[in-house]
């Protein structure tokens, strides 16, 4: 994966998110996926690489655009793969069909966050471009009926995003929680939601670590085909 251009880089929650779903048999089966904020284009890679799904990112900030537009020329997957330089904001208020069978979202989470002198990493990093409660209206009118989202928050604010999707009719389904570690709490939840009147909520939990700093069977079973040294 190329970086230089984004100013959030890959880092290790983003890769097991986008192992996570990737596994999920729902983003397996799907035709037509879409990533909201695409940064480097490691989730849309990801899945494409365990999918057969023509996937769509859209990336509102210019480097990370082309950063994206790069990657995907350089993969194996890029006659299934497009990037749009636009914000989600405008993209939904003038798409039409198809709707998507799946979404997935790595979204910025800071709030109330000193903001940088970078303004790129503002945009990536911080929720005033993107609300959340616009993502999550945005995301319940780009997905058919019984189609999934996925969106990676940390732990703390799970709830809120729960709320927030429970409002535009996307009910939870799956909520993975993630650990650096067993001694300490955890740092982020996995979430799936599923535009349906109702849904069996499955919980469970991942850790990354072992007490002597190496990678759990868990970690290595997810990431394993996509980290070159697992």
């Known amino acids: 994966m190329h970086q230089e251009h984004t100013a959030m880089k890959v880092c290790t929650d983003a890769c097991?998110?986008?192992?996570?779903?990737?596994?999920?048999?729902?983003?397996?089966?799907?035709?037509?996926?879409?990533?909201?904020?695409?940064?480097?284009?490691?989730?849309?890679?990801?899945?494409?690489?365990?999918?057969?799904a023509f996937i769509t990112a859209i990336e509102i900030e210019d480097g990370a655009y082309h950063q994206t537009k790069s990657n995907f020329d350089l993969s194996s997957w890029k006659a299934r793969l497009v990037v749009i330089h636009s914000s989600i904001q405008d993209y939904a208020s003038s798409y039409k069909q198809p709707l998507f069978d799946c979404i997935i979202t790595n979204p910025p989470f800071y709030e109330g966050?000193?903001?940088?002198?970078?303004?790129?990493?503002?945009?990536?990093?911080?929720?005033?471009?993107?609300?959340?409660d616009v993502l999550a209206e945005a995301a319940a009118s780009l997905l058919q009926e019984n189609g999934a989202w996925y969106v990676l928050v940390p732990t703390l604010r799970a709830?809120?995003?729960?709320?927030?999707?429970?409002?535009?009719?996307?009910?939870?389904?799956?909520?993975?929680?993630?650990?650096?570690?067993?001694?300490?709490?955890?740092?982020?939840?996995m979430l799936k939601f599923v535009k349906q009147k109702e849904a069996t909520i499955q919980r469970n939990k991942i850790i990354i670590k072992n007490a002597d700093q190496s990678y759990t069977a868990d970690f290595t079973n997810y990431l394993k085909d996509y980290y070159l040294h697992l």
């Open 16 to 52: 097991l998110f986008g192992a996570w779903a990737a596994a999920d048999v729902q983003i397996q089966n799907a035709k037509n996926i879409l990533d909201i904020g695409s940064g480097t284009g490691l989730l849309s890679l990801m899945l494409a690489q365990q999918s057969n």
């Open 113 to 132: 966050d000193l903001n940088s002198p970078d303004n790129a990493k503002n945009l990536a990093a911080h929720s005033t471009a993107l609300p959340w």
């Open 159 to 189: 709830y809120t995003i729960q709320k927030l999707a429970l409002k535009e009719g996307l009910q939870l389904s799956n909520e993975c929680l993630m650990y650096n570690d067993a001694k300490h709490l955890p740092i982020r939840a």
